[in-house]
Structure formats: structure tokens, C-alpha cells
């Protein structure tokens, strides 16, 4: 074993430059998920991926029609009695505006110093290509120690629509001890880092409404009650002077953090300070009794994420407005369910909601948060490959973003999935000039062999 794994790593470093090759012809592909404009490049994108597999010598594999994008599978499970690794990966990837922005062709890889700037890059072609490179290192110089599927989709960035019923219908396939998920990322390049819980999300709409029509406020202004000012009362009613969320039974299902979770949530570099730095707000804010780093990653919230009413545009228009609308998400801790939440704002606005208007709730979808056991041997492989390469114990985090593959995984599949990645948080997800840290990402490379070495 020693030596096929001494093996696979001289491979993996000889050939860094065809491997940040192959990863410059992925991100060339405008595989923009949003938009049907660019749904030939998709289907260019999800061929070359499979393209790539059946180099490796995975079998069963095929480009799979979904209610949207594809998803792309394949296969090798030439170990018998050894675990079974299903590894995760998109290839779609966010739109490029604004355009003007990016120092160089979004779709045209440009290495500027250490960093590849392209879009996908980080988010997660980059992510995608370190597994498919580890793989190649390991069946170029032997066998793979353990098997392993792949689960390739497109839809992730619109927030994979398709994927649960996909999933649902494939469970059969997809068959696996765990799943290996590198869509997260490291908290800094000497900080290598294993995420091992995420929040769920509940998205709402919620409208209040008066009169039938705008009213002159000199006519009507103290005698009718300000659509506006009510949506400001009940949102502003949502929290507590404690900043603790005021929904009835709101944390009657909320899973509280462990001593051992906070000791490990201590370690991380995310102090107040580094929020302060990040944000340039002038101090944090949150719910009393728990830092910003427990805050951020396992404790729910409530938030505003836009409001909408009356005249908005240049000057001044003297109106009641006959409505007022405000998005709200909360982000959601293990064993808190969607539907409980939309239940308990109902519940708030039946006894908070003034009867001087009238009020509307929508709930526009939702998905549950995901918690993994760290003392699983697949997250003690890749804590000590981890370990192996940067000289340092891992991090443990909770990321208080939602993945929503994660959750499908769980409730599908009975499935834990071991979150990790090799982007850093200034690559610009999402935004212009994306990048991947090109020495991080060879580290990675060499990570997910000994991996795959460590687990068979």
C-alpha cells in the first residue's frame, strides 16, 4: 500500500501542469445553469465530463436526463469489500455579470501569479477536477483502493430542482457508504478544513395590505392604519431585545450545540474582529449568550432580505401606500423542519397582526439542515490525509450556508456526506475575477489520495 500510494503521489506531482490543463478546457465551457440561452453549453460541459470518467476507466457511464439539466454518472466498484464512495460535484456555474468587471475572459482560465481566475474555477469545476485528478493519479500508477461513483450535476446553482426527484429514482444506483462532497471550502490556505453541518433555509414572502388603492396621506393620513408601518411593526416584533427570534415555539425543535461543537467552533479563526473586517459593519449583532462564529454556523435566524412599498423614486409623492411586501429566509439548525416554521409564522401574525389590516404569507420553498458524526472513519480518513499534507489537524465547521444535495442525501438515501474543498474564501464566488489558488489546490489533489488510500 505504501508504495502504490508513493506512487500515485509522484504521478499526481509530475503531471501538475496537465492537470491545471484539463481544469483550464473545463472552465472554458459557459456553463451558466440559469438561463436556457446556455443550455447547449451545458450539455457540451456535462459530454466532457463524461468524457473524463470513461478515460479513467469508470463503467456505466452516461449522460442522465432530468426534469432540467443533466446529470452525469459513472462508475467503478472493482474492490470488493471495501467502502463505496459516492463523490458529488456540479459543473454548472453562476452568470458573469457584471461583465465589465473581470479583468480577463471569465470563460478563458488566465493564471495571474498563484491564482486561475476563470468562473467555475473555485465554484466548483476546480473542486471537481481535484477528485477527477486524484482518481487519474491512482488508476495511472494501479488500482483504486476503494470504489467509488460519481454524481455530476448541473443544476446547482439554481438550487438543483431537479435533483431530488433524480435522486429518488436512482436510489438503487447511487448505493454508497458515504457520499465525498468538496463543495465547501477552507477557512485560509494553511487552514485545511472539514465541514460537517449545514443549515437548512425556510424562504417566505409576506404582504400586508389596507386600503384598496393609494391613499393622499393629508386626506387619509390618522385615520388609517399605514400599511408600511404595520409589515415594520411585525417584522421589527420578530425579535426580541435579546435578538432572540419571538415566532411561538420557534426553538422548541432547535438541536443545541455540544460542548464538543463549541470547543471545536472556538478554534476557528473567525473572531469578531474578522467579522468586522469582513463586513465593515461598525459591531456585530446577534443572538445574547453565543459568539459570531456559533452564530453564524449552528443557531437559527430570522432575516429581512428585502422590503418593498409605495413611492421609492426621485422626489417626494405624499401617498398611504395600499401595500407593503417584505422578503424574510431563516436559516434553519438540525431537527427544525420548513413547514414547522411557516406554522409558527402563521401563528405570530394571527396573534401580532393588527386588525386595522389584512396580511398574506407565502412560503416559497425550504430544506432541512444536515449534521454528520465526525468520528466516522471516512471523516478520520480525511482528517489524517489533511493532516498528512499541511502539517495541521483539520478544522471542524458548521457552514451556515445551505447545500441542498446534503439534505437530499440524508432523507433519500440514509446517506452522510463528508463536506470539504480547497478554495479560499477571498476566490470571489459568485462574483467577478473568481479564483482558485493554484499551490492550495495541487495540496488538495494530493489530499483526496491519501484519502482514498487511508479509507480502502
Same mark, same amino acid.
Given at each position: 500500500?505504501?508504495?502504490?500510494? !508513493?506512487?500515485?503521489?509522484?504521478?499526481?506531482?509530475?503531471?501538475?501542469?496537465?492537470?491545471?490543463?484539463?481544469?483550464?478546457? %473545463?472552465?472554458?465551457?459557459?456553463?451558466?445553469?440559469?438561463?436556457?440561452?446556455?443550455?447547449?453549453?451545458?450539455?457540451?460541459?456535462?459530454?466532457?465530463?463524461?468524457?473524463?470518467?470513461?478515460?479513467?476507466?469508470?463503467?456505466?457511464?452516461?449522460?442522465?436526463?432530468?426534469?432540467?439539466?443533466?446529470?452525469?454518472?459513472?462508475?467503478?466498484?472493482?474492490?470488493?469489500?471495501?467502502?463505496?464512495?459516492?463523490?458529488?460535484?456540479?459543473?454548472?456555474?453562476?452568470?458573469?455579470?457584471?461583465?465589465?468587471?473581470?479583468?480577463?475572459?471569465? $470563460?478563458?482560465?488566465?493564471?495571474?501569479?498563484?491564482?486561475?481566475? @476563470?468562473?467555475?474555477?473555485?465554484?466548483?469545476?476546480?473542486?471537481?477536477?481535484?477528485?477527477?485528478?486524484?482518481? #487519474?493519479?491512482?488508476?495511472?500508477?494501479?488500482?483504486?483502493?476503494?470504489?467509488?461513483? $460519481?454524481?455530476?450535476?448541473?443544476?446547482?446553482?439554481?438550487?438543483?430542482?431537479? &435533483? !431530488?426527484? +433524480?435522486?429518488?429514482?436512482?436510489?438503487?444506483?447511487?448505493?454508497?457508504? $458515504?457520499?465525498?462532497?468538496?463543495?465547501?471550502?477552507?477557512?485560509?490556505?494553511?487552514?485545511?478544513?472539514?465541514?460537517?453541518?449545514?443549515?437548512?433555509?425556510?424562504?417566505?414572502?409576506?404582504?400586508?395590505?389596507?386600503?384598496?388603492?393609494?391613499?393622499?396621506?393629508?386626506? /387619509?393620513?390618522?385615520?388609517?392604519?399605514?400599511? !408600511?408601518?404595520? *409589515?415594520?411593526?411585525?417584522?421589527?416584533?420578530?425579535?426580541? #431585545?435579546?435578538?432572540?427570534?419571538?415566532?411561538?415555539?420557534?426553538?422548541?425543535?432547535?438541536?443545541?450545540?455540544?460542548?464538543?461543537?463549541?470547543?471545536?467552533?472556538?478554534?476557528?479563526?473567525?473572531?469578531?474582529? /474578522?467579522?468586522?473586517?469582513?463586513?465593515?459593519?461598525?459591531?456585530?449583532?446577534?443572538?445574547?449568550?453565543?459568539?459570531?462564529?456559533?452564530? @453564524?454556523?449552528?443557531?437559527?435566524?430570522?432575516?429581512?432580505?428585502?422590503? *418593498?412599498?409605495?413611492?421609492?423614486?426621485?422626489?417626494?409623492?405624499?401617498?398611504?401606500? @395600499? +401595500? !407593503?411586501?417584505?422578503?424574510?429566509?431563516?436559516?434553519?439548525?438540525?431537527?427544525?423542519?420548513?413547514?414547522?416554521?411557516?406554522?409558527?409564522?402563521?401563528?405570530?401574525?394571527?396573534?401580532?397582526?393588527?386588525?386595522?389590516?389584512? +396580511?398574506?404569507?407565502?412560503?416559497?420553498?425550504?430544506? #432541512?439542515?444536515?449534521?454528520?458524526?465526525?468520528?466516522?472513519?471516512?471523516?478520520?480518513?480525511?482528517?489524517?490525509?489533511?493532516?498528512?499534507?499541511?502539517?495541521?489537524?483539520?478544522?471542524?465547521?458548521?457552514?451556515?450556508?445551505?447545500?441542498?444535495?446534503?439534505?437530499?442525501?440524508?432523507?433519500?438515501?440514509?446517506?452522510?456526506?463528508?463536506?470539504?474543498? $480547497?478554495?479560499?474564501?477571498?476566490?470571489?464566488?459568485?462574483?467577478?475575477?473568481?479564483?482558485?489558488?493554484?499551490?492550495? +489546490?495541487?495540496?488538495?489533489?494530493?489530499?483526496?489520495?491519501?484519502? /482514498? %488510500?487511508? &479509507?480502502?
Amino acid at each position: 500500500m505504501t508504495e502504490r500510494l !508513493a506512487a500515485a503521489l509522484e504521478y499526481a506531482r509530475r503531471h501538475e501542469a496537465d492537470f491545471l490543463k484539463n481544469l483550464q478546457d %473545463f472552465v472554458a465551457f459557459g456553463s451558466i445553469s440559469t438561463s436556457d440561452e446556455h443550455r447547449e453549453e451545458i450539455e457540451k460541459t456535462a459530454n466532457w465530463v463524461a468524457r473524463r470518467l470513461e478515460a479513467l476507466g469508470m463503467q456505466k457511464v452516461a449522460v442522465m436526463p432530468t426534469a432540467g439539466h443533466p446529470v452525469v454518472y459513472g462508475e467503478w466498484l472493482g474492490a470488493p469489500g471495501k467502502p463505496t464512495v459516492l463523490i458529488y460535484g456540479h459543473y454548472d456555474v453562476q452568470p458573469v455579470d457584471p461583465l465589465d468587471l473581470w479583468h480577463s475572459d471569465p $470563460f478563458e482560465a488566465t493564471l495571474r501569479g498563484e491564482n486561475l481566475h @476563470a468562473r467555475g474555477a473555485s465554484d466548483m469545476k476546480g473542486q471537481v477536477a481535484a477528485c477527477l485528478n486524484a482518481v #487519474e493519479a491512482i488508476v495511472r500508477t494501479g488500482t483504486l483502493p476503494v470504489n467509488v461513483k $460519481f454524481l455530476i450535476e448541473g443544476e446547482e446553482e439554481i438550487g438543483s430542482p431537479s &435533483l !431530488a426527484d +433524480w435522486i429518488a429514482q436512482n436510489s438503487e444506483l447511487l448505493k454508497a457508504d $458515504f457520499c465525498l462532497n468538496p463543495d465547501a471550502g477552507m477557512l485560509g490556505k494553511d487552514h485545511p478544513t472539514i465541514t460537517y453541518g449545514l443549515r437548512g433555509l425556510a424562504s417566505f414572502e409576506l404582504t400586508v395590505s389596507g386600503p384598496s388603492h393609494d391613499l393622499h396621506s393629508g386626506v /387619509f393620513g390618522g385615520t388609517v392604519h399605514n400599511p !408600511a408601518k404595520a *409589515l415594520a411593526d411585525l417584522l421589527a416584533g420578530m425579535h426580541d #431585545e435579546n435578538n432572540h427570534i419571538a415566532l411561538p415555539g420557534f426553538y422548541d425543535s432547535v438541536r443545541p450545540l455540544s460542548g464538543e461543537e463549541r470547543a471545536h467552533l472556538a478554534k476557528l479563526p473567525v473572531s469578531d474582529a /474578522f467579522v468586522l473586517a469582513q463586513t465593515g459593519v461598525p459591531q456585530v449583532w446577534g443572538e445574547a449568550g453565543y459568539t459570531s462564529v456559533e452564530r @453564524a454556523g449552528g443557531r437559527p435566524t430570522l432575516e429581512i432580505n428585502g422590503m *418593498l412599498s409605495g413611492f421609492t423614486g426621485q422626489g417626494q409623492k405624499t401617498i398611504i401606500p @395600499a +401595500w !407593503a411586501m417584505a422578503k424574510i429566509t431563516c436559516r434553519l439548525v438540525p431537527d427544525q423542519k420548513p413547514e414547522e416554521v411557516y406554522e409558527q409564522m402563521k401563528r405570530y401574525l394571527e396573534e401580532r397582526a393588527p386588525k386595522t389590516i389584512c +396580511w398574506d404569507l407565502k412560503m416559497y420553498g425550504g430544506s #432541512e439542515a444536515s449534521i454528520s458524526d465526525i468520528h466516522k472513519p471516512w471523516v478520520t480518513a480525511l482528517a489524517n490525509a489533511m493532516e498528512s499534507v499541511w502539517g495541521t489537524p483539520p478544522l471542524f465547521k458548521r457552514e451556515g450556508g445551505s447545500v441542498p444535495v446534503v439534505g437530499m442525501m440524508q432523507s433519500s438515501l440514509g446517506m452522510e456526506s463528508v463536506l470539504t474543498g $480547497f478554495g479560499l474564501p477571498d476566490d470571489n464566488l459568485h462574483a467577478p475575477n473568481e479564483k482558485m489558488h493554484v499551490p492550495t +489546490w495541487h495540496r488538495g489533489i494530493e489530499t483526496l489520495v491519501r484519502f /482514498f %488510500f487511508n &479509507l480502502g
